[in-house]
């Protein structure tokens, strides 16, 4: 799979040499999560495969051009910091560009104590497209979490979300450039990409809601449909985290969590709480700008509490629940997370 020679152009190539805001944010929420997950599945795989993997399919050059480490090497610092997942830790990563996958080389190379890991890292330079998602479907993966952050959203779709999170354990993060998507569900040439990411049926029927909005209406609906495209028979969890532009005035871009188990859709929420940038009533919104009630599933993240009371009563009227189930049930989610509730989940 390695490969050859590479002469398109690296729209990547500008993209490292900051260290933004979102950038930190975005690899804060990744790591963190990621030594939450592996704690909590490094437990139950030590008696069988006694191993976990971490793939991060679009890795950059390891470091931003002001020598700050990105995610790739925030994770593999927590696995040389772990005796136990020393042992047990399996890393690929993967990008397109030579020179970045060069970079990444060296730079894993120069991290102190990474010659304590059992699995040496595998970096890879390979375009993301059929074949990477071929090889992805055909596995029986490892408990994995997998990163997934396009310059764009070239490689991205439903089919390499569904191909890595399909086997036990496995989870997925992806980071996307709402701009350029929104752009190119109105473009025809980039048509091919915007249903592999929706799917045709449900990106053509977004095309046509589309037309009459405004723009934030587009923008709720279009990560409305995503996330339920991501989930459509309703037996996941997908959260999402909206980042703003320098001036805190536009929308750039959405981290989208999907997980198959109610525990980690929990301890995302703690994460993506704790980095989110402001509070509404002592709780945070996940988002940086409120969500509308036309669209539940984003609305759910960031309504005010004075509706909670109402919409508990609407939802569970006439159920018999502890706080424990209520909280887990999946008929009653959308009204119990209108906003993080604080210690009170986290104790029951």
């Known amino acids: 799979m390695r490969g050859g020679r590479n002469f398109s152009v ?10 933004k805001e979102q950038s930190l944010v975005k690899s804060a929420i990744v790591s963190k999560y990621f030594w939450a997950w592996a704690k909590v599945i490094m437990s139950r795989v030590r008696s069988t495969t006694k191993k976990i993997a971490y793939i991060d399919l679009f890795a950059g050059p390891g470091r931003y ?29 993967n990008d397109k560009g030579e020179d970045n996958s060069r ?15 059992k699995y040496k890292p595998d970096v890879m330079n390979e375009d993301v ?25 070239k ?41 592999a990411l929706f799917g045709k049926e449900r990106a053509d029927a977004l095309r046509l809601k589309l037309e ?23 037996d996941r ?12 005035t536009r929308t750039s871009h959405h981290l989208i969590f999907v997980s198959k188990h109610f525990l980690g859709y929990h301890i995302m929420k703690g994460v993506m709480a704790s980095e989110s ?14 969500a509308d009630r036309k669209y539940p599933l984003l609305f759910e993240m960031s309504r005010p509490l004075d509706d909670l009371k109402a919409m508990l009563l609407k939802d569970c009227s006439g159920k018999r629940l502890t706080f424990k189930q209520l909280y887990e049930s999946p008929q009653c989610r959308q009204a119990v997370y209108g906003q993080q509730l604080q210690t009170g989940t986290e104790n029951s």
């Open 103 to 117: 970079s990444l080389k060296q730079a894993i190379k120069d991290l102190p104590g990474v010659e304590k890991l």
């Open 237 to 248: 969890y997908v959260l999402p985290f909206r980042f703003k532009d320098d001036h805190g």
């Open 65 to 93: 051009k002001d020598g700050t480490q990105s995610t790739p090497l925030l994770v593999l610092k927590h696995a040389i910091g772990d005796p136990d997942m020393c042992k047990m830790l399996v890393t690929l990563f």
């Open 129 to 153: 497209g059929t074949k990477i998602v071929k090889m992805f479907q055909e596995l029986r993966l490892i408990p994995t979490l997998f990163f997934v952050d396009p310059w764009g959203y």
């Open 212 to 234: 009459t909005l405004s723009t934030p209406d587009r923008e709720l609906m279009i990560v409305e449909e995503l996330c339920k495209a991501l989930n459509p028979t309703n």
């Open 155 to 195: 490689g991205l779709s439903l089919k390499l979300v569904n191909a890595v999170v399909k086997d036990w354990g496995c989870e997925c993060i992806f980071f996307f450039n709402y701009n350029r998507i929104n752009m190119g569900l109105s473009n025809a040439l980039v048509e091919e990409h915007m249903n």
């Open 277 to 290: 940038s402001k509070q509404e009533q002592s709780v945070a919104t996940f988002e940086y700008s409120p």
């Open 10 to 19: 690296d729209m990547t190539s500008g993209f490292f040499e900051e260290t």
